[in-house]
């Protein structure tokens, strides 16, 4: 099946240092790719929507100056949490978007393995 | 969007059949169903997708009713390494641009000895 990267997996920095994540799709093109959130016990909360060539659509609640989302290439997007506070720790997922689907019955969303964000 | 409604937790015993139920009564004339499995500290896994009646795959099957207004999940003879939590999601991905994911609790399946 279709296989998405991401690195690092676990990252611990100091508060007010940026951080950037990356998602790659190794073996399928993506023109949208989803960055997640998951708190412990918590489900996966939507951050934003990453579009190919164009600007990211964040959900209601993120702040897009302090997650920056660039989608760069087909393959690649990028996540950075700028000025990290502790509040930010958390496990952050991507996921890309498959247009083929299986077997054509439809399109599907593989998910990356995630990073841990520790933010001292 | 539509919205799905799961059991919070299931419990069941290794080599037995589990169904996990989904309902998703706004779900759309597009919308396919697609279940994810999910470890702890990990991404979620894609298990198995459909539209309408049945699929089947390695690993599960899917039953969607004609009304599609709900769907189950059956994984045949769990076993310990099936213990995860479950996602049911339903949606139109060729909605570019306006289609996206809500994940709900998902259901929780602790598989005992």
């Known amino acids: 099946g279709a296989v998405v990267s991401q690195h690092p997996s676990r990252v611990i920095c100091k508060s007010g240092t940026s951080v950037k994540i990356e998602c790659r799709s190794l073996?399928?093109?993506?023109?949208?790719m989803f960055w997640y959130r998951q708190f412990p016990k918590q489900s996966l909360m939507l951050m934003a929507t990453s579009n190919e060539g164009s600007k990211a659509t964040y959900e209601q609640g993120v702040e897009k100056d302090k997650f920056l989302i660039n989608h760069a290439s087909l393959t690649l997007s990028t996540l950075t949490v700028t000025s990290a506070h502790p509040e930010d720790s958390s496990f952050y997922i991507c996921s890309a978007r498959d247009q083929f689907g299986i077997s054509g019955v439809g399109e599907t969303q593989y998910f990356g393995p995630g990073t841990r964000l520790l933010v001292l | 969007l539509a919205k799905t409604t799961q059991p919070i937790s299931m419990d069941s015993y290794e080599g037995q059949e589990v169904n996990i139920t989904c309902s998703h009564n706004n779900i759309a004339t597009n919308d396919y169903i697609t279940w994810y499995q999910q470890f702890p500290s990990q991404g979620p896994r894609f298990i198995i997708q459909g539209y309408k009646t049945k699929v089947t795959n390695e690993v599960a099957s899917l039953f969607i009713p004609a009304d599609r207004k709900s769907s189950t999940l059956s994984l045949p003879r769990v076993s310990l390494s099936d213990t995860a939590v479950y996602y049911c999601?339903?949606?139109?991905?060729?909605?570019?641009?306006?289609?996206?994911?809500?994940f709900g609790t998902g259901t929780r399946l602790k598989v005992l000895a």
């Open positions: 999601l339903v949606g139109d991905m060729r909605l570019a641009g306006t289609y996206k994911y809500i």
């Open positions: 073996d399928f093109q993506a023109t949208t």
